[in-house]
């Protein structure tokens, strides 16, 4: 070989690094595409060849069928379909994830095929999405799993985004390992979350599509430590539906609930921390339905943090006024919450005293005043409270305010002139700049000789 043909050739290696590292590394870049693509690696030369055969990641998501075109949808599927069974059965090492996503399946039986496989090669994840149709129309059947992922001894993670239908093992225990589950819920069929010895992290998405479904959703489990909870609403129905959760060592607490439905909640002790969306609506919902969103927080009396959105300010101040007459009674008392962060539109600015005067150990406290929206012409209603709460005389050290356009000042003033050993509050704002507005804050009694008050862009940008 002479010089220059000894030249070019280094030159190639050394352009071509990537190809001389190990299968070990090359396999874990290969894990962060999707399957098709790293199966496409093949093509660039003979050290490529054979290498995302001992890929320990299989991800198969149906779009890249569909980006090609010339053939018709059915033969697309049946493309997809040979692959997937391609790739997982040409080998027989363990798998790390299977993940599929999928627009459509001309059988079901597929799926409960290929679960299957990848538990026979030890997979540790399974990630399956695949929309669903309606629950009850006449002859729709759920996709069924096969039996062997009940008692898989490597499944650690699971997520199941469609309707499935679950059984319960004979042998008393369901997915022995699983520490996450994510699962929706479409008609009265869910796993039984108590015999899953070693869960810690549930997801739980209910679509309540009819009253025809009376079954409460139950969530008891002596292990989980974190819930997320997003109930969905189907217009055109009441809503008489229970969430029952008994979880002792429960400590984060998600629900995004759009329907209101109700909650039979046992103590929580451990509970640190929640966070708690409820859709309510004067227009739309009795105010006997806001009762459900006290009841829930009565509940929850053991928290260090808590977030509570319009919706949520906005059922608390309609129970208030209209079902207790009892009103010293209305909330139990927080003596651990030292974090809270609400967010208020044109109503339930109010209420917030009477919060403040049963969190006696409030540390931080976030306001995001009205709405992001600058075409939503809203205005945060205030109340001066009659006494002032406690833990703003001797706890509140630290105040984060989102303030809009021709949002009151008043509650500004009186949190500066009240709040005893403050040592920050930060104003943010939103809108067009103004001086005068920073000048007339700077202005205000403060009641703290150390709070400085400090100007800045949007939360949380």
């Known amino acids: 070989m002479n010089k220059s043909k000894s030249r070019k050739v280094g030159k190639l290696n050394k352009r071509d690094r990537i190809s001389r590292m190990p299968d070990s590394i090359l396999c874990h870049i290969l894990s962060f595409l999707p399957t098709e693509p790293a199966v496409q690696t093949s093509i660039l030369s003979s050290r490529w060849k054979l290498v995302w055969t001992s890929l320990p990641n299989l991800v198969f998501d149906d779009k ?90 490597t499944l650690e993670i699971l997520k199941l985004e469609t309707d499935f239908l679950y059984k319960s093992p004979s042998s008393g225990i369901c997915f022995p390992r699983v520490k996450k589950f994510h699962v929706e819920i479409h008609k009265p069929n869910m796993p039984d979350f108590s015999i899953c010895p070693v869960l810690e992290d549930l997801s739980i998405v209910a679509y309540l599509l009819t009253n025809d479904w009376k079954a409460n959703i139950s969530i008891s489990s002596q292990t989980i430590k974190r819930l997320n909870l997003l109930i969905e609403r189907y217009m055109g129905f009441s809503n008489e539906h229970q969430v029952m959760i008994e979880a002792p060592k429960l400590e984060h607490l998600f629900i995004k609930d759009h329907t209101l439905v ?49 919706g949520t300010i906005y059922a608390l101040g309609e129970a208030y006024q209209y079902l207790y007459d009892a009103r010293q009674y ?30 006696p150990n409030l540390e931080t406290f976030v306001w995001m005043m009205a709405t992001d929206d600058p075409e939503d012409d809203v205005e945060v209603e205030w109340i001066e409270p009659q006494f ?45 700049s103004s001086n005068e507005l920073c000048k007339e804050l700077l202005m205000f009694p403060r009641g703290s000789k150390t709070c400085e008050v400090e100007f800045r862009g949007k939360y949380r940008d």
């Not at 069928?65 to 790739?87: A, D, I, Q």
């Not at 949002?407 to 003033?413: C, G, I, S, Y």
């Open 330 to 359: 209305f909330l139990p008392t927080f003596s651990n919450l030292s974090f809270l962060e609400v967010r208020t539109r044109e109503y339930g600015g109010w209420i917030l005293p009477i919060i403040f005067s049963c969190s």
């Open 64 to 153: 890249f069928c569909y980006r090609s075109g010339g053939t018709s949808v059915n033969n697309r599927l049946t493309r997809f379909e040979n692959f997937v069974n391609r790739m997982l059965l040409s080998n027989s090492v363990n798998i790390n994830k299977f993940s599929l996503h999928c627009r459509k399946l001309r059988y079901l039986s597929c799926l409960k095929f290929w679960v299957a496989l990848a538990i026979m090669r030890n997979v540790r994840e399974i990630e399956v999405y695949l929309p669903f149709g309606n629950p009850f129309e006449e002859g729709y059947k759920p996709a069924e799993l096969p039996d062997c992922i009940y008692n898989s001894e």
């Open 388 to 432: 002032v709460p406690y833990c703003l005389q001797f706890n509140v050290k630290k105040i984060e305010i989102l303030y809009h356009d021709d949002d009151p000042l008043e509650p500004v003033k009186y949190l500066l002139k009240n709040c005893g050993v403050l040592d920050r509050m930060i104003f943010r704002y939103v809108g067009e």
């Open 262 to 310: 109700s909650y039979l909640v046992h103590e929580l002790h451990s509970l640190c921390d929640a966070h708690i969306e409820i859709n309510y609506s004067g227009e739309r919902d009795h105010p006997s339905q806001a009762d459900r969103a006290l009841q829930l927080l009565k509940k929850l009396s053991n928290l260090q943090s808590l977030y509570l959105c319009d």
